[in-house]
């Protein structure tokens, strides 16, 4: 007798079943917690044919070297760790219109000289595509476009043809017919995924998808769906900016929170191979509030700016914004400017932006930003040559960071003459840096203040 598969519902916080959806659990009375799953049933002969295979000990497992497929595109296997792994899952999501298909068929270019593609689209035609291929100048050969949405007829595909690699857009659109809900659904989803997971482990075959976000930014669809795959990388920007930063959030074959940075264009995503140049061209000089800030993206210092602007609120409460930074963090740096360095900003709006669309979120950058609120409350101007990191603590103290020699060799690259550090740092530089750059360590948010400004 063959395995039958059929829709139940289960109530994921006491486990009872359905056969039908209920706004209400009949067995707990939680709402909305009944999820739609597949029961799979069958003759119990055929369940003692069920082979089990016994497990490995970890000596008797042989070493295998992975082989990587380099997509061409420098920042993009520098995110991915080397190239995308033969076997493995990547899953790329952003905001619509960030260039997520882009890359994609950008990179199909140079797949296409290695190996040959499937491109599944769920949501172009063929001459959409096409249109597309010919703007980005795509003319590989190696590539086929398949339009499908089933799940289990692209895996009866993949089976049979044996592409080298296949790229999915998107994952929301794909479904599997036994379940009754519809495309885009945590069900479908997660078991769209599930099985393509296992194609693509079973066939290693390497297979990368396209995620939607929600309004919250978000990957859409079930958490699980960032366990399943082997990588996850999200595409960030603002819309009204050129500049698009592609990072890495997992990654089981490479280094997390990798960066690469992209131009947008008339002719697709331009790899920006030196960022913190394009991050601070354009500073303006002799201007208060702004303070280069040196910040470590994975293996990658990154130079940036950071603009503070204070001023005499006109509310009750007085304002903070922060874009680029953390809100919270931002709160508790001003508290501690006022608390312990004695900068009042009890009545003022105090606003922070790292320029060029990035996101910093190491506390190396404390001090930058708090010297860029000090520069515009006093109305002082600091060196356009300084450049300052360090952790701020609650008691005002400048705390230690990682990665300094690495910090500071990124700084000599860029020309920068001073450098203020914390002073627990100071013992790990070498004389080399020493002798190259004026490197100042400090203690205090005073401190400084008085070695960066004019």
């Excluded at 219109?97 to 000289?113: D, H, M, P, V, Y």
């Amino acid at each position: 007798m063959a395995i039958k598969s059929k829709t139940i519902y289960v109530c994921s916080s006491c486990g009872f079943e359905a056969a039908k959806w209920y706004g209400q659990c009949p067995g707990c009375g939680e709402w909305n917690s009944l999820t739609e799953k597949m029961k799979i049933s069958g003759n119990s002969q055929n369940k003692s044919n069920i082979t089990i295979e016994s497990a490995y000990k970890l000596s008797e497992i042989s070493h295998i070297k992975e082989h990587r497929y380099y997509t061409g595109i420098s920042e993009l296997d520098r995110v991915l760790g080397g190239g995308l792994v033969k076997g493995s899952i990547a899953l790329i999501s952003g905001d619509p219109g960030i260039g997520k298909s882009t890359i994609l068929l950008q990179a199909c270019e140079n797949f296409g000289r290695q190996l040959s593609i499937l491109y599944v689209s769920g949501e172009e035609s063929p001459h959409q595509l096409k249109l597309r291929a010919d703007r980005l100048k795509v003319s590989t050969g190696n590539l086929k476009i398949f339009c499908e949405t089933d799940t289990e007829r692209l895996c009866e595909y993949i089976k049979t043809e044996k592409p080298g690699l296949v790229i999915i857009d998107s994952i929301q659109t794909m479904s599997i017919s036994e379940i009754s809900s519809s495309a885009g659904s945590i069900t479908q989803v997660r078991e769209s995924a599930s099985l393509l997971m296992r194609t693509a482990k079973y066939e290693d075959i390497p297979i990368i998808m396209v995620g939607h976000v929600n309004k919250d930014g978000n990957i859409a669809g079930p958490k699980v769906l960032e366990h399943i795959v082997d990588t996850v990388l999200y595409f960030e920007g603002e819309r009204n900016l050129s500049y698009r930063i592609l990072r890495a959030v997992k990654n089981r074959y490479g280094s997390t929170n990798e960066i690469g940075v992209f131009e947008m264009g008339e002719n697709g995503l331009a790899e920006v191979p030196n960022p913190s140049l394009m991050l601070i061209s354009g500073r303006p000089k002799n201007v208060p509030g702004s303070c280069v800030v040196c910040a470590m993206e994975g293996s990658r210092p990154i130079l940036a700016e950071a603009q503070g602007l204070v001023t005499q609120t006109g509310f009750g409460t007085p304002r903070r914004m922060a874009t680029g930074f953390d809100y919270n963090r931002l709160s508790m740096l001003i508290a501690v400017l006022e608390k312990r360095a004695g900068y009042f900003l009890g009545n003022m709006d105090c606003y922070v932006n790292i320029v060029g669309g990035l996101k910093i979120d190491e506390p190396a950058a404390d001090l930058s930003v708090a010297l860029a609120l000090i520069s515009s409350l006093k109305d002082a101007v600091i060196r356009e040559d300084a450049i300052a990191f360090g952790e701020i603590g609650l008691a005002g103290e400048i705390r230690a960071v990682s990665t300094c020699e690495q910090r500071i060799s990124e700084v000599l690259r860029l020309g920068f003459k001073r450098c203020v550090i914390p002073q627990n740092n100071m013992k790990n530089i070498s004389n080399n840096a020493k002798n190259s750059l004026d490197i100042i360590g400090i203690k205090t948010i005073r401190d400084a203040f008085d070695a960066v400004s004019i």
